[in-house]
């Protein structure tokens, strides 16, 4: 039952109620005309389209292209996978006892295009019998149909009825042109789909894998040593799969098909292109705690995305972490469990600004930005600062703390003369006595900002900030600098960071 | 066993170097306990040198480095003898998430030391931790921060399975005769607890480029006894 312009209207039923005259889309007061027992509930468009999109998920089983079709449909597309289930015939009468198992009603049809399958399965086909039309028969199948098979607007469909016209083959017998003038080009259009002279793409439900491998089990499996086994069995036969292509894969998802019709998906990733069986399986068996089997897993499918070429020569080397031998799995294990970001390397970049000379970046950004490498910024001084334009640190002349605070931490500081490092400031709440001082040393920086705010691009020009290395009377060592040249503005103190 | 090159640090470790197939706790001092910047350049030696036997072995190896802050500088590890380029860093919220990284790292081939920043250490983990490095005859060093007075005073009473515990105190630097400012920088490091030896200290310099840490000139010429702390007799007095 659902509510429509203040009407109550029937949105669904049961086959006894059915039976008894009524229909979708009737009027609750009619309908209670008719059986004056009816029970109603109001409709859950919501749960129902959740549940839809659920059984199109499980349909994945047959194909990667499945999508819910409307509020009452699923669509597949067989082309290519019915082989792997002896044959088109074979995979129905297989749908439809997985179905009818689940108690899920329904009705099938597999025909050539989309627009045929949707007019025989919901005219031509019996609850227990799907129709298959093979593809010479496509328009004999339609003609028969009534022309609401055609996926028409209700209205047209009325129209068409006023004017005599009943049959799919009515309106075939009419020239195209004739029909497109007199009741519209839809009507045209939704008639050439379903013979196939128009094509008509399925959008399927999510990405479309690359690569795909199947399980089925005899009887539903649910002990997780079973599944571990089916993991492994299945990363193999993917893996030789992308051996063959020279391929790698970077994303893998493993769906547990359910006996009740849903699906367990588990998802990993790896840092680099991967291939390696053991490694793989490792990382899906990780995450198989998960997985909630049910009353029984009766399919598994593998599915590899982001899939790159992968020499055999690029299985582990290198120069930094990242490559180092034999480290890969380890980082792909921690990438499954704590996140890709959580994994980050200290680049060097050429750059004499502190916070940019090294950076914490995340393993697989630094991976896609050595294709690119980073546009080397220009270093206006402090010569000893600069690199040569190869990769690695060489060790700082000029001392550089351990520690860097990200952002700098204000001070409040005294000092004396304008190029004076302070002889006391206060950070973190604590006073610390200026016993030592080096600096300055001059770090021009036309981005930065006297509020203490880092920013990219470029702001206000002429912000300078010059470090000092001082030494508390304790032996601590800290990094500071003053931002902004003394004067009006009264220049502000940091500490950006403390050396060991 | 990874020798400090330092005979004095070298003859108070049993083995005469650090026990590799360990776990070691690096603690800061004073106010440097919440930064740990002292604790970090001195594991950083360590690392490095790890990183440079592996090599000598051919097998170019990494530092797993796992913390919950975003503050380490590799520039500045790069001046205590560890490469920044061989690091891999894992920045996660947890403290288990850390312990269970370290573990992982401990096991897996390709990494000559792994690195953590814990401030609570339960016992058990911490034996968990000296098991997977003893099985797997990787280093472990664990760098102690803590926020609070408080949470230090719980956890430095805390025991530990750890084979050694350290500390190190910068301490002020000595000013060199025709330079004004900070001279060569000091550290005062401590071993607090070490299985099968007996507590020391000694002041050093700061580790190096190679992560060695020196006597200072003044001190390498006595002879080579531990430091002892302060007010204990001194080592030539006892065997007198």
Same mark, same amino acid.
């Given at each position: 039952?659902?509510?429509?312009?203040?009407?109550?209207?029937?949105?669904?039923?049961?086959?006894?109620?059915?039976?008894?005259?009524?229909?979708?889309?009737?009027?609750?007061? +009619? =309908?209670?005309?008719?059986?004056?027992?009816?029970? &109603? *509930?109001? @409709?859950?468009?919501?749960?129902?389209? %959740? /549940? $839809? !999109?659920?059984?199109?998920?499980?349909?994945?089983?047959?194909?990667?292209?499945?999508?819910?079709?409307?509020?009452?449909?699923?669509?597949?597309?067989?082309?290519?996978?019915?082989?792997?289930?002896?044959?088109?015939?074979?995979?129905?009468?297989?749908?439809?006892?997985?179905?009818?198992?689940?108690?899920?009603?329904?009705?099938?049809?597999?025909?050539?295009?989309?627009?045929?399958?949707?007019?025989?399965?919901?005219?031509?086909?019996?609850? +227990? =019998?799907?129709?298959?039309?093979?593809?010479?028969? &496509? *328009?004999? @199948?339609?003609?028969?149909?009534?022309? %609401? /098979? $055609? !996926?028409?607007?209700?209205?047209?469909?009325?129209?068409?009825?006023?004017?005599?016209?009943?049959?799919?083959?009515?309106?075939?017998?009419?020239?195209?042109?004739?029909?497109?003038?007199?009741?519209?080009?839809?009507?045209?259009?939704?008639?050439?789909?379903?013979?196939?002279?128009?094509?008509?793409?399925?959008?399927?439900?999510?990405?479309?894998?690359?690569?795909?491998?199947?399980?089925?089990?005899?009887?539903?499996?649910?002990?997780?040593? +079973?599944?571990?086994?089916?993991?492994?069995?299945?990363?193999?036969?993917?893996?030789?799969?992308?051996?063959?292509?020279?391929?790698?894969?970077?994303?893998?998802?493993?769906?547990?098909?359910?006996?009740?019709?849903?699906?367990?998906?588990?998802?990993?990733?790896?840092?680099?292109?991967?291939?390696?069986?053991?490694?793989?399986?490792?990382?899906?068996?990780?995450?198989?705690?998960?997985?909630?089997?049910?009353?029984?897993?009766?399919?598994?499918?593998?599915?590899?995305?982001?899939?790159?070429?992968?020499?055999?020569?690029?299985?582990?080397?290198?120069?930094?972490?990242?490559?180092?031998?034999?480290?890969?799995?380890?980082?792909?294990?921690?990438?499954?469990?704590?996140?890709?970001?959580?994994?980050?390397?200290?680049?060097?970049?050429?750059?004499?600004?502190?916070?940019?000379?090294?950076?914490?970046?995340?393993?697989?950004?630094?991976?896609?930005?050595?294709?690119?490498?980073?546009?080397?910024?220009?270093?206006?001084?402090?010569?000893?600062?600069?690199?040569?334009?190869?990769?690695?640190?060489?060790?700082?002349?000029?001392?550089?703390?351990?520690?860097?605070?990200?952002?700098?931490?204000?001070?409040?500081?005294?000092?004396?003369?304008?190029?004076?490092?302070?002889?006391?400031?206060?950070?973190?709440?604590?006073?610390?006595?200026?016993?030592?001082?080096?600096?300055?040393?001059?770090?021009?920086?036309?981005?930065?900002?006297?509020?203490?705010?880092?920013?990219?691009?470029?702001?206000?020009?002429?912000?300078?900030?010059?470090?000092?290395?001082?030494?508390?009377?304790?032996?601590?060592?800290?990094?500071?600098?003053?931002?902004?040249?003394?004067?009006?503005?009264?220049?502000?103190?940091?500490?950006?960071?403390?050396?060991? | 066993?990874?020798?400090?090159?330092?005979?004095?640090?070298?003859?108070?470790?049993?083995?005469?170097?650090?026990?590799?197939?360990?776990?070691?706790?690096?603690?800061?001092?004073?106010?440097?306990?919440?930064?740990?910047?002292?604790?970090?350049?001195?594991?950083?030696?360590?690392?490095?040198?790890?990183?440079?036997?592996?090599?000598?072995?051919?097998?170019?190896?990494?530092?797993?480095?796992?913390?919950?802050?975003?503050?380490?500088?590799?520039?500045?590890?790069?001046?205590?003898?560890?490469?920044?380029?061989?690091?891999?860093?894992?920045?996660?919220?947890?403290?288990?998430?850390?312990?269970?990284?370290?573990?992982?790292?401990?096991?897996?081939?390709?990494?000559?030391?792994?690195?953590?920043?814990?401030?609570?250490?339960?016992?058990?983990?911490?034996?968990?931790?000296?098991?997977?490095?003893?099985?797997?005859?990787?280093?472990?060093?664990?760098?102690?921060?803590?926020?609070?007075?408080?949470?230090?005073?719980?956890?430095?009473?805390?025991?530990?399975?750890?084979?050694?515990?350290?500390?190190?105190?910068?301490?002020?630097?000595?000013?060199?005769?025709?330079?004004?400012?900070?001279?060569?920088?000091?550290?005062?490091?401590?071993?607090?607890?070490?299985?099968?030896?007996?507590?020391?200290?000694?002041?050093?310099?700061?580790?190096?480029?190679?992560?060695?840490?020196?006597?200072?000139?003044?001190?390498?010429?006595?002879?080579?006894?531990?430091?002892?702390?302060?007010?204990?007799?001194?080592?030539?007095?006892?065997?007198?």
């Amino acid at each position: 039952m659902i509510a429509s312009g203040g009407r109550q209207l029937l949105a669904a039923m049961n086959p006894a109620a059915a039976a008894g005259g009524l229909a979708p889309g009737m009027p609750l007061a +009619d =309908a209670l005309s008719f059986l004056p027992g009816l029970a &109603t *509930r109001p @409709a859950e468009l919501a749960e129902d389209a %959740a /549940a $839809l !999109r659920r059984l199109a998920e499980w349909c994945g089983r047959y194909s990667p292209w499945t999508a819910p079709d409307g509020g009452d449909g699923v669509k597949i597309e067989v082309t290519g996978s019915a082989h792997l289930w002896g044959g088109e015939a074979e995979l129905a009468a297989d749908l439809s006892r997985r179905l009818a198992r689940q108690d899920i009603a329904h009705r099938l049809a597999i025909a050539d295009t989309l627009g045929a399958a949707w007019a025989t399965a919901r005219h031509a086909a019996s609850d +227990d =019998a799907p129709v298959i039309v093979a593809p010479e028969e &496509t *328009r004999a @199948a339609l003609a028969p149909l009534p022309i %609401a /098979a $055609l !996926r028409l607007d209700p209205a047209l469909v009325q129209g068409l009825h006023r004017v005599g016209l009943r049959r799919v083959g009515d309106l075939m017998a009419m020239p195209r042109d004739a029909l497109a003038r007199r009741f519209g080009e839809e009507a045209a259009r939704r008639l050439d789909r379903a013979q196939g002279d128009l094509p008509e793409p399925l959008s399927p439900l999510g990405e479309v894998p690359t690569r795909r491998v199947r399980l089925s089990f005899a009887e539903p499996i649910a002990d997780p040593a +079973d599944l571990a086994r089916a993991a492994e069995r299945l990363t193999r036969d993917l893996v030789t799969r992308l051996a063959r292509e020279g391929m790698g894969a970077r994303r893998l998802e493993l769906g547990f098909h359910r006996v009740d019709g849903r699906v367990e998906h588990i998802r990993i990733g790896t840092a680099r292109p991967s291939r390696d069986p053991v490694h793989l399986a490792r990382l899906l068996i990780g995450k198989l705690d998960t997985v909630d089997p049910g009353f029984g897993i009766e399919d598994a499918i593998l599915a590899a995305f982001a899939v790159e070429t992968l020499a055999p020569e690029q299985l582990g080397m290198g120069s930094t972490a990242a490559a180092a031998s034999g480290t890969a799995p380890l980082f792909d294990r921690i990438g499954a469990r704590l996140g890709l970001d959580a994994l980050a390397l200290l680049e060097p970049r050429e750059s004499h600004i502190p916070e940019r000379a090294s950076r914490a970046v995340s393993m697989t950004e630094s991976a896609a930005s050595k294709k690119s490498p980073h546009p080397p910024i220009a270093v206006a001084m402090a010569p000893s600062l600069s690199r040569t334009a190869g990769e690695g640190f060489t060790p700082q002349k000029l001392p550089r703390p351990v520690r860097l605070f990200a952002p700098p931490e204000p001070v409040e500081a005294f000092w004396v003369l304008p190029d004076d490092p302070p002889f006391r400031f206060t950070w973190r709440r604590q006073p610390h006595r200026v016993a030592q001082a080096d600096g300055p040393e001059r770090i021009a920086e036309e981005w930065w900002r006297p509020d203490g705010q880092l920013i990219d691009g470029h702001g206000d020009a002429g912000a300078i900030r010059d470090y000092y290395r001082v030494e508390d009377e304790t032996g601590r060592r800290f990094w500071l600098f003053r931002a902004g040249l003394p004067g009006d503005p009264p220049p502000r103190w940091f500490v950006h960071g403390v050396f060991a | 066993m990874l020798p400090f090159g330092v005979k004095a640090i070298d003859r108070a470790l049993p083995g005469g170097g650090l026990a590799l197939g360990a776990l070691h706790e690096i603690l800061g001092a004073g106010a440097d306990e919440e930064d740990g910047a002292a604790a970090a350049g001195f594991a950083a030696g360590i690392a490095g040198r790890l990183l440079a036997v592996d090599s000598l072995q051919k097998q170019p190896g990494a530092v797993l480095w796992c913390l919950k802050h975003g503050d380490l500088y590799g520039p500045g590890l790069a001046a205590h003898g560890l490469d920044p380029a061989r690091i891999a860093l894992v920045r996660t919220t947890r403290d288990d998430d850390i312990l269970w990284a370290l573990e992982e790292g401990l096991r897996a081939p390709g990494i000559a030391a792994v690195i953590g920043e814990l401030g609570r250490l339960p016992m058990v983990a911490g034996r968990r931790l000296q098991l997977a490095a003893e099985r797997s005859g990787g280093v472990a060093l664990l760098l102690r921060r803590w926020r609070t007075g408080a949470q230090a005073e719980a956890e430095r009473a805390r025991p530990s399975a750890a084979v050694t515990r350290w500390r190190v105190a910068p301490l002020p630097s000595v000013p060199e005769p025709d330079e004004p400012g900070i001279g060569q920088p000091r550290w005062r490091i401590e071993l607090l607890r070490c299985r099968g030896a007996e507590p020391a200290e000694w002041i050093t310099e700061v580790a190096d480029a190679s992560g060695v840490v020196r006597l200072p000139a003044e001190l390498a010429d006595r002879p080579a006894a531990p430091q002892r702390f302060a007010g204990e007799p001194r080592e030539w007095r006892r065997a007198g």
